[in-house]
């Protein structure tokens, strides 16, 4: 069983910051699995799904999209099953469903998403 869950979405004014949690539970996920990676990505109605942010197992290799670099961070404390998004200088463009996004081995799994709306 696996489930991811994302919380610390809400609505905040142009400028604003928020930030992102997401904890995976369940037997498929291992705190010594170093195969998993974790990110971000979100997806407004109608729209694909974009990714937003990666990180890896170490915590220490992470990318970006060019849209949310240097607004952006995402960390992962030695828990190794929680990810973090920082979010700061946040814009109307950021109004999206966030979604929590694990890999591990090329299988992906996904939270339920969390909304982030910002008005300007």
């Known amino acids: 069983q696996a489930q991811l869950v994302e919380s610390g979405g809400g609505s905040v004014q142009a400028g604003d910051s928020l930030r992102l949690s997401c904890v995976a539970s369940?037997?498929?996920?291992?705190?010594?699995?170093?195969?998993?990676?974790m990110g971000w990505y979100r997806q407004a109605p109608g729209k694909e799904r974009e990714f937003v942010a990666r990180?890896?197992?170490?915590?220490?290799?992470?990318s970006y999209a060019e849209a949310v670099k240097g607004r952006f961070t995402i960390t992962r404390p030695n828990t190794k099953l929680t990810t973090y998004l920082r979010m700061n200088s946040l814009r109307p463009k950021d109004t999206d469903i966030y979604y929590c996004?694990?890999?591990?081995?090329?299988?992906?799994?996904w939270g339920q998403g969390t909304q982030v709306t910002v008005s300007s």
């Open positions: 369940g037997r498929t996920f291992s705190t010594f699995d170093y195969d998993m990676d």
């Open positions: 996004s694990v890999k591990i081995r090329e299988v992906d799994y």
């Open positions: 990180i890896d197992w170490s915590g220490v290799n992470t």
